[in-house]
């Protein structure tokens, strides 16, 4: 069970959008909308932030937003602002016998 | 206010057991699903394993599969992780969260730290 594949680092100025990738396979991310995303702040628990591919849980900015196309599924922080710098994770239902599985983790710096 | 406290966590040799337990309130616990989440020093974030509402289904990433068991007791809001077994690569920030959104963890704990070394 390989973790879902994102890019390490993704970094942008303040205001720029940025897009982080989450890539798996046709049994997980192609094959269930039921994806995730989680920031995690330097020795903090992670945060949920976008379910079943789009959803804002309340009181998460609307800069966030998550969109998914074949097995790769997206997460778009637009306006990006000093305080969104953290790592990044997505999560996927799988078809396997353990049922769910994260992403590899990306680093977003605000530059 | 969910709040979920991890305890348990420590030092153990290989070969070791230690059970984790966490502590819910702010929700009624017998509601949602239960994970277990272990994140390696400087690594990334896995999903270990889940308990139902009734703990009547449990579900394991293969690594611990065997070796760790998931439980509740919904009459003391808490959620367990017996760790039989333990390995070097077992060592992790373990986080106790809950599946309250469709397929996603809306809360979680701070984490346990457990080491496995000799």
């Known amino acids: 069970q390989s973790a879902l594949t994102q890019p390490a680092s993704v970094s942008g100025s303040p205001g720029q959008s940025i897009t982080i990738s989450c890539t798996g396979t046709?049994?997980?991310?192609?094959?269930?909308?039921?994806v995730s995303w989680y920031q995690q702040y330097p020795g903090k628990g992670p945060k949920l932030i976008i379910y079943?591919?789009?959803n804002r849980p309340s009181g998460v900015p609307d800069r966030f937003s998550g969109s998914k196309s074949g097995n790769t599924a997206s997460l778009t922080i637009s306006g990006l602002q000093a305080e969104d710098e953290a790592d990044y994770y997505c999560?996927?239902?799988?078809?396997?016998?353990?049922?769910?599985?994260f992403g590899s983790g990306t680093k977003v710096t605000v530059l | 206010e969910v709040q979920l406290v991890e305890s348990g966590g420590g030092l153990v040799q290989p070969g070791g057991s230690l059970r984790l337990s966490c502590a819910a309130s702010?929700?009624?616990?017998?509601?949602?699903?239960m994970i277990w989440v272990r994140q390696a020093p400087g690594k990334g974030l896995e999903w270990v394993t889940n308990i139902n509402q009734d703990g009547s289904a449990k579900f394991y990433v293969d690594s611990v599969r065997g070796r760790f068991t998931i439980s509740r007791d919904n009459d003391k809001n808490s959620l367990y992780l017996q760790m039989n077994s333990l390995r070097a690569e077992d060592t992790a920030v373990y986080y106790c969260?809950?599946?309250?959104?469709?397929?996603?963890?809306?809360?979680w704990g701070q984490g346990t730290l457990v080491t496995v070394s000799s």
């Open positions: 999560r996927s239902h799988t078809g396997s016998s353990a049922p769910y599985l």
């Open positions: 969260a809950r599946d309250g959104k469709p397929h996603a963890a809306d809360s």
């Open positions: 702010g929700f009624t616990f017998s509601e949602p699903w």
């Open positions: 079943e591919v789009t």
């Open positions: 046709s049994s997980d991310v192609g094959g269930s909308n039921s």
